[in-house]
């Protein structure tokens, strides 16, 4: 994990355990230089990454703010943290329905940018307090995700992954509505065609290279979202 990666996540650690809210003024430059013991150039970094995901607002001249914390059980669709960082007041878990190593599907590749031999194929259930939220179909490729197992796979994997050392950077993400097939209705424990949100989304390094390619589709009673806009 980068430096500024790192001090960023100590920093939204500090706003929830302080529980801050919208307006709350957080400490000047220097003393957040002191506290976390870096540069200033790495706060600023930190401080430009919390701005993006919508947990501060600076004015030049007065300082760093807390911005309204989203709405309880609200996904954030603009992050990269994954369910468990993003819902830390709730138990998120995992049923894992298969995971294996297989050459990439078709349809995977292009995804990639043709660079891929083999992935992790992993597929899930995901539950958020105990209730179904979505079903999850994840391709991690194995030359930079070397090793996946169920257990897991039954918690975070981008915990995991950071735990690894390994940067995630951004993502693209294509949303599309469709009607539940069979298949996907049962494992949803929802009417076959029931509507459902589908989300596709390529998972890049800082370095730019993708590494992970997933399809989640939402459980249309339990599944809510929120975005905060930075402009």
Same mark, same amino acid.
């Given at each position: ?13 500090? =706003? ?6 919208? /307006? ?7 003393? $957040? ?6 540069? #200033? ?5 930190? $401080?430009?990454?919390? !701005?993006?995901? /919508?947990? =501060? ?5 007065? @300082? ?49 940018? /043709?660079?891929?031999? !083999?992935?992790? !194929? ?25 090793? $996946? ?5 039954? @918690? ?9 050392? =390994?940067?995630? @950077?951004?993502?693209? #993400? ?8 069979? #298949?996907?209705?049962?494992? $949803? ?18 370095? /730019? ?14 599944? #809510? ?7």
């Amino acid at each position: 994990m980068l430096k500024y990666d790192e001090v960023a996540t100590k920093m939204e650690a500090q =706003i929830i355990a302080d529980g801050l809210t919208q /307006g709350d003024k957080l400490p000047k430059l220097t003393e $957040l230089m002191a506290k976390y013991a870096v540069s #200033k150039s790495t706060i600023v970094k930190a $401080l430009a990454k919390l !701005e993006q995901r /919508g947990l =501060i607002y600076q004015i030049q001249g007065s @300082g760093v703010f807390v911005r309204r914390p989203k709405l309880d059980e609200h996904i954030n669709l603009i992050n990269n943290n994954g369910f468990t960082a993003d819902m830390v007041k709730h138990k998120m878990t995992a049923k894992v329905l298969s995971l294996k190593k297989i050459a990439p599907p078709k349809d995977m590749i292009k995804y990639f940018n /043709g660079d891929v031999k !083999e992935v992790y !194929e992993v597929k899930r259930i995901r539950y958020l307090d105990d209730q179904i939220l979505c079903l999850e179909e994840s391709y991690f490729k194995t030359s930079v995700v070397p090793f $996946l197992n169920e257990q897991i796979a039954q @918690g975070s994997i981008f915990n995991y992954v950071r735990e690894l050392g =390994i940067a995630i @950077g951004f993502s693209d #993400k294509y949303l599309n509505v469709i009607e539940l097939s069979k #298949k996907e209705a049962k494992l $949803l424990e929802l009417p076959e065609k029931a509507p459902a949100l589908t989300i596709e989304e390529t998972y890049y390094l800082t370095s /730019g290279e993708a590494f992970d390619h997933s399809k989640t589709t939402y459980h249309f009673k339990n599944a #809510k979202f929120f975005i905060q806009s930075t402009t």
